[in-house]
């Protein structure tokens, strides 16, 4: 039989919706959100790819400004999103910029798509590494742009990134200096914490940055501190842009799991306040800010050595990219550890699990403080916030209040405070590089309050420098000069009224009928005018001095002054001193414009009092001088060609001169060579007539004459008589002839050769044997 066939089933493949078609239904739901009801990210027309990365990330419910602000960037408006700190901002633009991008189907051919801009790097990096996470499953590529990292290898890849999350420096770097970078295309641009991005700090580079920005484009600025300015947002050319505040009708505008308190303490308790704080927490997640980066490296060194018992971090600007990004990913996931930082991490970082943040300083705002103290407590978590205050600070406290920032006042328990300064002296006596760390921190403490703008709060002279420096561990404070320089100006102003004073002695008294000072000053806080007015106020309606001693009775005091600008006396003593006066570079210079005088130029004179022109440096002709004073613009080539020539015969001429010099100082070294050889022959002669002398006599004494016959015997007397008579004619005429050197020409001569005088001396031995011989044989002829 046959077996029954049995019945194959065939799968048919689904049919797969084209994506253009997926789209098309994604973007007709966007009319139809409703930010009442939706509580999910399913609620929402996303697609699969981000629907897919949210879910494996744990995103799955709305908060309050991603459930206002994704519905109406996905409709194209401009957004102001403001919302207090950790309350889901990231996402809020992070997830229209991969929607929008997905909807037009943007490829990496497509280049820039979208620009994010931060204040910060690791902010930028944070919101990186959040957006790898949400958008990994999309087909499109990001770029992380900031400082610190390898030029090169950014922009080579700059034309292949279409989301870029940059810092404004950086950015602005790549438009100037990378053809491969182009934002023709550009979708979407995000200003993250965009009130730090648009204030005084980055307002050139932002200008530069907006102006290469195509103007049709949607703007998305998202803050805990939003702008309202219009000038700010007319410089963005926001088209009706929608104002996203969640919390502004909420009772408080910091989150509602932050306990606020503050402290007040001297300034000299600071450093044994916080080591006392730390000692009493180490089980716990802490941030401390300080105002500069000195204060954080020395703390952050000091305590390091003197080992509290938990682990420490420091995080500021001057450290290296890498490093910073290092610090950052360690104290993320430490669970116990004090990080000290500035307010390089006082926005949007979202560091877990914080428990206290510490402002060691005043923040310079209210905006400042708020940005600070939400570095915990953030997203339905808890937190505690302590600010410490100097007595001259407590006015910031009104401040925060008038904001809806509940703060309370907590005291110091004296009994549980520890001073460590006794330590630090020990340790900054050892390690000379740790005192000076401990002098850029007292130094750049003292600079900060004394540029703060808000002078009402930031008093430089409440400040107990020495107190300070001591709490530090210096034993003696350094010298403050930005201090010092306005304190002279005061004290030479009053010398000056002093001296007018006792000019003044004997033509100006103070009476009762005088009208006293009136001084009208807006600012009664100003440091210059009270310095200056101290000897002025103590006069009282007698014309005298408030004070009991007798000298003070004495003094003359001058009458009718009316101050109203302390500036004009500053000008009318300055111009009766102005020997005085400090003359700077750019006097001198003004002085020398004005002269028409060159500058670093020489002019020489002959004894006539004209003027010697150097021909190799400046032009000669006349033809030359006025050719270069008509020239204005360009070059007359002809007139040029006669100017050439007629300096051409000055330059030959010049060249005619030099050669003959030239020779004549040959000629004149030919005549001394002469002069000095003449000399030596003469001085030989001398001597060989010298020593032929010598020699003759020494060897007639010398020689034994027994042998020769007696010539009396032979010629007779007289003949011998008439013989002597020649013979000593002879040798008086050989003797005038002989003429003895002097002493000194024999030893200059002896110096000269020792080679000359052996010659000279065999010479002489020869011409005398000859001599002595032709004698001998005279005699024996005759």
């Given at each position: 039989?046959?077996?029954?066939?049995?019945?194959?089933?065939?799968?048919?493949?689904?049919?797969?919706?084209?994506?253009?078609?997926?789209?098309?239904?994604?973007?007709?739901?966007?009319?139809?959100?409703?930010?009442?009801?939706?509580?999910?990210?399913?609620?929402?027309?996303?697609?699969?790819?981000?629907?897919?990365?949210?879910?494996?990330?744990?995103?799955?419910?709305?908060?309050d400004?991603?459930?206002?602000?994704?519905?109406l960037?996905?409709?194209?408006?401009d957004i102001?999103?403001?919302?207090?700190?950790g309350?889901?901002?990231?996402?809020?633009?992070?997830?229209?910029?991969?929607?929008?991008?997905?909807?037009?189907?943007?490829?990496?051919?497509?280049?820039?798509?979208?620009?994010?801009?931060?204040?910060?790097?690791?902010?930028?990096?944070?919101?990186?590494?959040?957006?790898?996470?949400?958008?990994?499953?999309?087909?499109?590529?990001?770029?992380?742009?900031?400082?610190?990292?390898?030029?090169?290898f950014?922009?080579?890849?700059?034309?292949?990134?279409?989301?870029?999350?940059?810092?404004?420096?950086?950015?602005?770097?790549?438009?100037?200096?990378?053809?491969?970078?182009?934002?023709?295309?550009?979708?979407?641009?995000?200003?993250?914490e965009?009130?730090?991005?648009?204030?005084?700090?980055?307002?050139?580079t932002?200008n530069?940055?907006?102006?290469?920005?195509?103007?049709?484009?949607?703007?998305?600025?998202?803050?805990?501190?939003?702008?309202?300015?219009?000038?700010?947002?007319?410089?963005?050319?926001?088209?009706?842009?929608?104002?996203?505040?969640?919390?502004?009708?909420?009772?408080?505008?910091?989150?509602?799991?932050?306990?606020?308190?503050?402290?007040?303490?001297?300034?000299?308790?600071?450093?044994?306040?916080?080591?006392?704080?730390?000692?009493?927490?180490?089980?716990?997640?802490i941030?401390?800010?300080?105002?500069?980066?000195?204060?954080?490296?020395?703390?952050?060194?000091?305590?390091?050595?003197?080992?509290?018992?938990?682990?420490?971090?420091?995080l500021?600007?001057?450290?290296?990219?890498?490093?910073?990004?290092?610090?950052?990913?360690?104290?993320?996931?430490?669970h116990?550890?004090?990080?000290?930082?500035?307010?390089?991490?006082?926005?949007?970082?979202?560091?877990?699990?914080?428990?206290?943040?510490?402002?060691?300083d005043?923040?310079?705002?209210?905006?400042?403080?708020?940005?600070?103290?939400?570095?915990?407590?953030?997203?339905?978590?808890?937190?505690?916030?302590?600010?410490?205050?100097?007595p001259?600070?407590?006015?910031?406290?009104?401040?925060?209040?008038?904001?809806?920032?509940?703060?309370?006042?907590?005291?110091?328990?004296p009994n549980?405070?520890?001073?460590?300064?006794?330590?630090?002296?020990?340790?900054?006596?050892?390690?000379?590089?740790?005192?000076?760390?401990?002098?850029?921190?007292?130094?750049?403490?003292?600079?900060?309050?004394?540029?703060?703008?808000?002078?009402?709060?930031?008093?430089?002279?409440?400040?107990?420098?020495?107190?300070?420096?001591?709490?530090?561990?210096?034993?003696?404070?350094?010298?403050?000069?930005?201090l010092?320089?306005?304190?002279?100006?005061?004290?030479?102003?009053?010398?000056?009224?002093?001296?007018?004073?006792?000019?003044?002695v004997?033509?100006?008294?103070?009476?009762?009928?005088?009208?006293?000072?009136?001084?009208?000053?807006?600012?009664?806080?100003?440091?210059?005018?009270?310095?200056?007015?101290k000897?002025?106020?103590?006069?009282?309606?007698?014309?005298?001095?408030?004070?009991?001693?007798?000298?003070?009775?004495l003094?003359?005091?001058?009458?009718?002054?009316?101050?109203d600008?302390?500036?004009?006396?500053?000008?009318?003593?300055?111009?009766?001193?102005?020997?005085?006066?400090?003359?700077?570079?750019?006097?001198?210079?003004?002085?020398?414009?004005?002269?028409k005088?060159?500058?670093?130029?020489?002019?020489?004179?002959?004894?006539e009092?004209?003027?010697?022109?150097?021909?190799?440096?400046?032009?000669?002709?006349?033809?030359?001088?006025?050719?270069?004073?008509?020239?204005?613009?360009?070059?007359?080539?002809e007139?040029?060609?006669?100017?050439?020539?007629?300096?051409?015969?000055?330059?030959?001429?010049?060249?005619?001169?030099?050669?003959?010099?030239?020779?004549?100082?040959?000629?004149?070294?030919?005549?001394?060579?002469?002069?000095?050889?003449?000399?030596?022959?003469?001085?030989?002669e001398?001597?060989?007539?010298?020593?032929?002398?010598?020699?003759?006599?020494?060897?007639?004494?010398?020689?034994?004459?027994?042998?020769?016959?007696?010539?009396?015997?032979?010629?007779?007397?007289?003949?011998?008589?008439?013989?002597k008579?020649?013979?000593?004619?002879?040798?008086?005429?050989?003797?005038?002839?002989?003429?003895?050197?002097s002493?000194?020409?024999?030893?200059?001569?002896?110096?000269?050769?020792?080679?000359?005088?052996?010659?000279?001396?065999?010479?002489?031995?020869?011409?005398?044997?000859?001599?002595?011989?032709?004698?001998?044989?005279?005699?024996?002829?005759?």
């Amino acid at each position: 039989m046959s077996k029954a066939k049995e019945k194959v089933k065939i799968y048919k493949k689904k049919k797969q919706i084209p994506e253009k078609k997926i789209i098309e239904d994604l973007q007709s739901k966007y009319k139809d959100i409703d930010e009442t009801k939706i509580t999910k990210f399913i609620h929402l027309p996303l697609s699969k790819k981000t629907l897919k990365g949210l879910k494996e990330n744990d995103y799955v419910e709305l908060t309050d400004i991603q459930r206002q602000s994704i519905g109406l960037a996905l409709k194209g408006n401009d957004i102001l999103g403001a919302a207090k700190t950790g309350s889901g901002k990231t996402l809020a633009f992070l997830v229209p910029v991969l929607e929008i991008l997905y909807c037009k189907q943007w490829t990496r051919y497509d280049g820039v798509g979208a620009l994010i801009i931060t204040p910060t790097r690791e902010l930028a990096y944070q919101i990186y590494e959040t957006l790898r996470k949400v958008g990994r499953y999309h087909d499109i590529s990001a770029g992380l742009i900031i400082g610190g990292k390898d030029l090169k290898f950014e922009k080579k890849r700059m034309d292949k990134c279409n989301i870029v999350i940059c810092t404004p420096g950086r950015l602005l770097q790549h438009m100037d200096e990378n053809p491969l970078f182009n934002c023709v295309n550009m979708q979407i641009l995000v200003l993250d914490e965009a009130d730090r991005c648009l204030d005084m700090g980055f307002e050139k580079t932002m200008n530069s940055i907006i102006e290469n920005l195509p103007q049709d484009r949607k703007t998305l600025l998202f803050s805990a501190t939003q702008t309202k300015s219009v000038k700010d947002l007319a410089r963005l050319s926001l088209k009706d842009p929608m104002y996203v505040s969640v919390h502004e009708h909420a009772k408080h505008t910091t989150p509602e799991g932050l306990q606020q308190s503050y402290i007040v303490c001297n300034l000299e308790d600071k450093t044994a306040m916080l080591w006392s704080f730390l000692k009493s927490h180490l089980k716990q997640k802490i941030i401390v800010f300080f105002s500069s980066c000195k204060q954080v490296k020395y703390i952050y060194e000091s305590f390091c050595r003197l080992r509290p018992g938990i682990s420490l971090l420091s995080l500021y600007g001057t450290l290296h990219q890498l490093r910073r990004m290092e610090i950052y990913e360690s104290f993320c996931k430490k669970h116990h550890a004090v990080l000290f930082a500035t307010d390089l991490a006082a926005r949007g970082l979202d560091f877990p699990a914080v428990n206290w943040v510490v402002q060691m300083d005043c923040p310079e705002d209210v905006n400042a403080y708020i940005h600070r103290a939400g570095r915990t407590a953030r997203f339905q978590a808890g937190g505690e916030s302590l600010l410490v205050l100097l007595p001259s600070e407590l006015e910031m406290v009104e401040r925060l209040q008038d904001r809806k920032i509940p703060i309370n006042m907590i005291k110091i328990n004296p009994n549980k405070l520890y001073s460590p300064h006794r330590k630090l002296e020990a340790l900054l006596a050892r390690d000379v590089y740790l005192k000076e760390s401990a002098k850029r921190a007292f130094k750049a403490y003292v600079r900060s309050v004394f540029l703060m703008k808000d002078k009402k709060i930031f008093n430089v002279k409440a400040l107990n420098t020495d107190e300070y420096a001591k709490s530090l561990g210096l034993a003696i404070p350094p010298r403050i000069r930005f201090l010092q320089k306005p304190q002279k100006n005061t004290s030479n102003i009053q010398n000056k009224i002093n001296k007018e004073n006792e000019e003044n002695v004997n033509s100006k008294i103070c009476d009762n009928n005088e009208t006293s000072i009136n001084i009208s000053s807006n600012e009664s806080d100003n440091e210059e005018e009270d310095d200056i007015m101290k000897p002025m106020n103590k006069c009282d309606n007698s014309g005298f001095m408030n004070d009991d001693s007798d000298d003070d009775l004495l003094t003359v005091k001058r009458r009718n002054i009316d101050i109203d600008d302390m500036s004009d006396v500053v000008e009318n003593t300055e111009d009766k001193n102005n020997k005085k006066k400090v003359i700077t570079k750019a006097a001198i210079a003004k002085k020398i414009l004005k002269k028409k005088i060159i500058p670093n130029s020489k002019k020489t004179f002959d004894d006539e009092g004209k003027e010697v022109i150097d021909s190799t440096k400046s032009k000669v002709s006349e033809l030359a001088k006025k050719y270069e004073n008509e020239i204005d613009s360009g070059i007359n080539i002809e007139v040029a060609k006669q100017v050439l020539r007629e300096e051409d015969q000055f330059d030959k001429q010049r060249f005619r001169d030099k050669i003959k010099e030239k020779h004549r100082q040959e000629r004149l070294k030919l005549k001394a060579l002469k002069k000095e050889k003449n000399k030596d022959t003469s001085d030989n002669e001398e001597l060989q007539e010298e020593n032929n002398d010598e020699a003759s006599e020494s060897e007639v004494s010398e020689q034994n004459l027994s042998w020769l016959p007696d010539p009396d015997k032979i010629y007779g007397e007289q003949k011998v008589d008439s013989d002597k008579n020649s013979l000593d004619n002879s040798e008086s005429e050989e003797n005038s002839m002989i003429h003895v050197p002097s002493k000194r020409k024999l030893i200059e001569q002896n110096g000269k050769s020792v080679k000359k005088k052996q010659k000279l001396t065999n010479e002489i031995v020869n011409s005398n044997l000859k001599t002595v011989e032709e004698l001998a044989l005279q005699l024996l002829q005759r």
